[in-house]
């Protein structure tokens, strides 16, 4: 049995999901376990991402922040934040291009302590 992936199908799932993603605000969806917002770019295989957590005070400020920079290009390629919560936080991750590009990488976390100062950031290389 080796069928062909139907692709339109997988495009249609694909951009329901994302069109809910747009809406959708992380401390009021528990049916998924992230939510997304995307770029027009596409990773190398050594992306990578910076990572923090956040209470569920502040999950949805700073997920809306997060995802206007993601959509404007202002940030990595995509952004995810966890609907769930655990040890008491969301964790958000911004994903970067390439891991090793070191001026994209810290020109991503410049612009995130610009936007959050007083959130800490770590990084998983890809």
Not at 7 to 32: C, F, G
Not at 114 to 125: R, S
């Amino acid at each position: 049995m080796n069928e062909k992936p139907d692709l339109d199908l997988i495009q249609m799932v694909q951009r329901a999901r994302m069109q809910h993603d747009e809406q959708a605000k992380p401390s009021q969806i528990q049916a998924v376990y992230w939510i997304e917002a995307k770029y027009n770019s596409s990773p190398t295989p050594r992306a990578g991402q910076w990572i923090c957590e956040v209470s569920p005070e502040q999950v949805d400020t700073v997920w809306e922040k997060i995802k206007q920079a993601t959509h404007s290009g202002e940030l990595g390629y995509k952004s995810k934040v966890s609907t769930a919560v655990r040890n008491g936080r969301h964790r958000l991750c911004v994903c970067t291009v390439d891991s090793q590009d070191v001026v994209d990488v810290q020109r991503v976390h410049d612009l995130l302590i610009k936007l959050f100062p007083d959130i800490t950031w770590g990084y998983e290389a890809g």
